[in-house]
Structure formats: C-alpha cells, structure tokens
C-alpha cells in the first residue's frame, strides 16, 4: 500500500512535508517506521517471517511488528495500529516501551528503492498464545517464538543461514540486550 508518509531530515527532525512511501523510497528521503518486539517472560522473542510477495528481503525474519508511520500519526499510534493490522494482536500504550532510535540506510537495486528510516523501536511483553495471533497474509508468511539462546546462534550466522537480514546484526543485538536487561538477566 502506498500511504502518505511525513518527511524528515537526515537528523531525524519533522520539516513539515509528506510524501507517498514509494517517492520517499524512490529519493531517498528520510522517514520514520515503527518497530515492536514482543517477548515473553519465559525468555523468547516473537519473529515474523517476512511475506514471499515482499520486494526487500522476502521470508527473511525479522521484528515481530513493524511499518511505516503515516503522514500526522503518532510514533505509539503508528505502533498499535501496525501489531493490530500485521498479527492480530491489540496493544495498549501503557503496555509499549520505547528503548531508542536506530537509523536504516540501505539501498536495493531490485525495487530501486533508498530506504533511510528512523526505526521507532518499542518493546512489549507477549502475553498471549502465539497461536492467537492472526498473521497478515500481505505482509507476514509465519510467526515463531526463539529462545535467547537461539537468537543468538541464529544471528552469529545471519550471514550463510538465511535467517535474519545479515546487515541488522547490530540492530538485532541492541533489541536482545534491551530485551533482556529488561528481564533482568
């Protein structure tokens, strides 16, 4: 879906002008997403596989939520609205918590598109069956839960396994710290 986006500066501040995500894409224009964590207590994080239709890294996995904020919402609105639309899951704000901003900059020559976005990120307790969810068939081809543990193995060779997108290692690294320190481990 091609939505209305607000445009920011490469510092990420607002400058007042939207633009549809594709011309966005298309010139490289700074922009804000969303993205939420889900874990649960037990010590697992929730990963979406990412849809067979989608042009950048098809049936990769990835955040459990994620999506571009649209044009006048909120960072939290934006983070509601992109759980309830992509697994079925409805949040409260009391129940999100903002652990920091990750700047994206990548290009991709199969779509021509120059993805530079602040990452919103947002972690929440998962405090439902994984099997209630409800995957977007759009966006979302599978839902799993991996152990720390297994996180960990998995993105040590995010390079070869096709697993994770072997360029966000850092970024995955900084949610599973701010995951776990929320945990208390």
């Known amino acids: 879906m091609d939505e209305y986006i607000d445009i920011v500066t490469s510092a990420g501040i607002a400058t007042g002008k939207t633009a549809l995500k594709s011309e966005a894409h298309k ?5 804000n997403t969303i993205h939420l964590w889900l874990y649960t207590k037990a010590g697992e994080i929730l ?3 990412r849809s ?4 950048i890294h098809p049936l990769l996995w990835d955040v459990s ?3 571009h904020i649209d044009a006048g919402e909120t960072f939290i609105g934006a983070a509601l609205r992109e759980t ?3 697994i079925g899951l409805e949040l409260q704000e009391s129940e999100l918590e903002k652990i920091g901003v990750f700047l994206h900059e990548s290009s991709y020559a199969n779509g021509n598109i120059q993805d530079n976005e602040f990452h919103q990120v947002y972690i ?5 069956s994984i099997n209630q969810l409800k995957p977007q068939e759009d966006e979302v081809e599978a839902l799993k839960l991996v152990s720390f543990k297994q996180f960990k193995d998995l993105l040590a060779l995010s390079e070869t396994n096709n697993h994770f997108i072997p360029t966000n290692k850092s970024y995955y690294n900084f949610v599973l710290n701010a995951v776990k320190q929320k945990l208390g481990l």
Do not use: F
């Not at 929440?124 to 439902?128: G, K, M, Q």
């Open 27 to 31: 010139n490289g224009w700074y922009h």
């Open 47 to 49: 990963l979406q596989q």
């Open 52 to 55: 067979h239709k989608k042009a």
């Open 65 to 67: 939520a994620a999506g």
């Open 84 to 86: 309830k639309e992509e």
């Open 124 to 128: 929440s307790e998962l405090r439902v």
